[in-house]
């Protein structure tokens, strides 16, 4: 069954993308934790670390795309649910500390005692437990996401006007987060972190295992989303995406099938904000600011949007770039930024991954109809 | 004769209030000259004695003496009992009339002890009840009314008769009411006018007062003051309604002057804006700039800066509009979620821009004297900057108003926007259309920038604070429709100002937002929708 998936649903850029990732996957540990730092083919902690956040990226990104690129839903929105995810695992690594903290206190976290509570919060219960917080990581964004959807695709608000009442929506989780009283540690947000699952957040062997894990998870979650968008379910979507009205004169129920990938959607920048969380040491209320979810977009739309192999590279590209730019041109990255958000929208409406499938395929054969369906979304 | 029994009675009991019976024997007439001598002593009880007199005589020379005095700054001649005030720059003066005098011989300084410094504190605070500027005498007033000091009563029984401004005379009366309220010895029939008093100043502290008589008040007062603390609870919320209205009306007006240049380019003509912040920060630093070249080169003219810097705002940020529009925006038609990309691609360029030209810190740019200052309303306190902001973003609305609705430039951009091909086949120019109704709403933004420039700090990140909200008035109110912006942005603003006291600032924003999203559940087109085909 999962093999026939495999060999009849994956296409020649996923086979690559795939194969690429295991390589990752285990190489880049091996290469981390078995060569000699004098070794050329050594990769520092630093590197690992920052690719790990990378994959964690185009996780959102892969998320993202499948609402986007395959649903025609522009959500402003997706890092309030990649920040949820983040907080949940954050609110584990805290409970993790126990009397490690500043103020020794073996079970509020430090900057609790500083606001002189006694007690944690009900929201805190729980959260001692890996598998409790596991579970929380996919439920909250997913239930915020399943609400919010419920509302929004029922009384069919669409294209511009969803895009922005989700951007209010992560506005408002951006506002409430800043609050000390709401016991997420307000401005400062959560870190600190020892432990997770027993072993040192700060070993390189943990850290090797997080990467490998955000490999993996992005892995899971690109097969996941295509077999969603291979499927007939998958067809019906992006039918809604090309021709709303029509789909639903055509008698099938449009918001259903919404509800159902942008809460899968949620779920996924969910997990991929709990693996961020871990690899970064931090989790702060700027997670939520608008401007990351626009940024999300621009991944999407840099790498190609409705391919979603082109949404991870997408994010691996432009945080690539930004790390370089930042190191090189402190100055000059959010000129970058916003020539490249100009520049693809202008001239690369496909992105990269669609242009070039586009041109190799037209010079493969020319006979042969460019590209499948999938990639050419239209408005 | 009269007039000086008048005083001498005056005096005397100001004198037995201020200083204790002890001393009322020893009191004196008005005569300057005498009150002066009367420092010219070892006993302290004499100078307190002095002290009170001197501040009750109405004298000029009052404050200085006490003001010497309280510095060490006093000294006499036991020799012929002259009094003389040394002054900061150490040349000498005659204390009873002021004049400079050659530097004295064998002087002493007048001493102080507490007795003394008690009762120049008292005198301090009688002498600025009658201060020439009024502001003073007001501040002293509430002083009194704050304190109910019961030693200032003698004080404000001289001011009161004297006092002209009407103002600061209803301050005293209920400075006096105050004292006797909290006087449970005061007859009744004039502790229950004091109350009438209290009540008709109606405010918190007012009531405050009325709720903290002494415990052994009579049952009559008692009763007149719980009716008054309805009556004054009933009229404070009236008052808090109407100052929550008019703080809402404030907050909507710029909500409505960052809006509206929104509600053309995404109402009018489907564009989402991204960068509309951008253009509003535009606005804000070219007043910044127009003050810079004023402060440097004409001074004078800096009372008229805003009305420079309004065209020139209108002007760069509309041409920043037409320049985005004809290189970006022209090739985005039609494809509303490409516009909020680009766009915002221009807004971080045009942040950063910024930021390297100007600096990532504030920028201060300064308010003219005639938007500086506050006056009163019953008890509305109004600024002058809000109101000045409130009257020019119902000005902006109307000139929009005509704009579109009057002039052949509005009604081409109507007809471009319900039926693109149709206006191209009459001979209307399409292209340029585009470009500046673009350019109006942009150059709208930076005249918001003007006015938020007075009452918001001028970074980098200006804009960015208002975008959100922006959408969200346009959204509210409905796309497309400029009566819709206005009553989006009042609405929201007034909404904001009432949710706050309940919610607190950021509670109430989230409540607003929550609102708002349930709000678009309900009517997904916004308050004032369009209706028929254009919608779609």
Known sequence: MFSRFLFEKIDRSGWIFLV????????????NLAVPPTSVFHVSNTAMGLWGKYMTYALLAVAVDLVWGYCGILSLGHGAFFALGGYAMGMYLMRQIGPRG?????????????????????????????????????????????????????????????????????????????????????????????????????????????????????????????????????????????????????????????????????????????????????????????ANSIETIIWVAVGGRGTLVGAALGAGIVNFAKSWFTGAFPQGWLFALGGLFVFVTLFLPKGVLGTFTEWWNARRSAPKPPASAATQPAE | ?????????????????????????????????????????????????????????????????????????LVYRPADRSVFIRQADGSFALAATGTAAPAPEGTRPVRLNNNVRRAID?????????????????????????????????????????????????????????ILVADSKAPDAERIEAIGVIQRRGDQDALAMLGSLPSDTSPLVRQAADNAITAVGRSLVVWEAAQNVWYGLSLGSVLLLAAIGLAITFGVMGIINMAHGEMVMIGAYTTFVVQQVIRTSAPALFDVSLFIA??????????????????????????????????????????????????????????????????????????????????????VFAALLLVLKRTPFGLQTRAVTQNRRMAGAMGIRTNWVDAFTFGLGSGIAGLAGVALSQIDNVSPNLGQGYIIDSFMVVVFGGVGNLWGTLVGALTLGIANKFLEPYAGAVLGKILLLVFIILFIQKRPRGLFALKGRAVE
């Open chain 1, 20 to 31: 690429l990732l295991a390589v990752t996957c285990v190489l880049v540990p091996i290469l």
């Open chain 1, 102 to 290: 500043v103020y020794a206190n073996p079970i509020l976290p430090d900057f609790m005692v500083f606001l002189n509570w006694k007690e944690l919060p009900f929201t805190w219960w729980g959260f001692s437990s890996l598998p409790y917080a596991l579970l929380m990581v996919c439920l909250v964004p997913g239930l915020l996401a399943f609400v919010f959807g419920w509302f929004a695709f029922r009384s069919r608000v669409t294209g511009v006007y969803l895009s922005i009442i989700t951007q209010a929506l992560t506005y408002a989780l951006l506002l409430a987060f800043f609050r000390n009283d709401m016991g997420f540690g307000g401005n400062n947000g959560l870190t600190d972190f020892k432990d997770i699952a027993g072993f040192n957040i700060q070993a390189q062997p943990t850290r090797a295992v997080l990467f490998s894990l955000s490999v993996i998870a992005l892995m899971l979650g690109y097969l996941a989303a295509r077999a969603i968008v291979t499927s007939k379910a998958g067809k019906i979507l992006i039918a809604i995406r090309d021709a709303e009205a029509r789909t639903r004169f055509l008698g099938y129920r449009v918001e259903h099938f919404k509800l159902f990938v942008w809460t899968v959607s949620a779920v996924m920048a969910g997990i991929a904000g709990a693996l961020y969380v871990p690899q970064v040491g931090i989790i702060n209320p700027s997670e939520f600011q608008p």
């Open chain 2, 1 to 73: 004769m009269r007039r000086l029994s008048f005083f001498a009675t005056i005096l005397a009991l100001a004198a037995l209030i201020i200083t204790g019976p002890a001393l009322a024997q020893t009191g004196h007439g008005p005569d300057s000259q005498a009150l002066a001598q009367r420092f010219a002593t070892e006993n302290f009880n004499e100078i307190a004695g002095a002290v009170a007199a001197l501040a009750s005589s109405g004298s000029s020379q009052a404050a200085p003496i006490i003001e010497a005095l309280r510095d060490g700054r």
């Open chain 2, 122 to 178: 008292a005198a301090m605070g009688a002498l600025s009840l009658m201060h020439p500027d009024p502001a003073r005498r007001v501040a002293a007033a509430e002083a009194v009314f704050k304190s109910r000091d019961a030693t200032a009563l003698a004080a404000l029984a001289i001011a009161l008769p004297g006092e002209r401004d009407a103002r600061v005379k209803k301050r005293m009366e209920e400075a006096r009411a105050a």
């Open chain 2, 310 to 395: 309004l065209p020139l705002a209108f002007l760069v940020a509309g041409g920043v509009g037409v320049l985005i529009e004809r290189l970006i925006i022209r090739h985005l038609y039609g494809r509303p979620l490409e516009t909020l990309l680009a766009t915002w691609g221009v807004s971080l360029i045009l942040q950063q821009a910024v930021r390297s030209w100007f600096g990532p810190t504030n920028r201060e740019v300064g308010t003219p004297s005639w938007m500086s200052g506050s006056f009163e309303i019953g008890n509305l306190a109004i600024t002058t900057n809000r109101l000045a902001i409130i009257i020019f973003a119902g000005l």
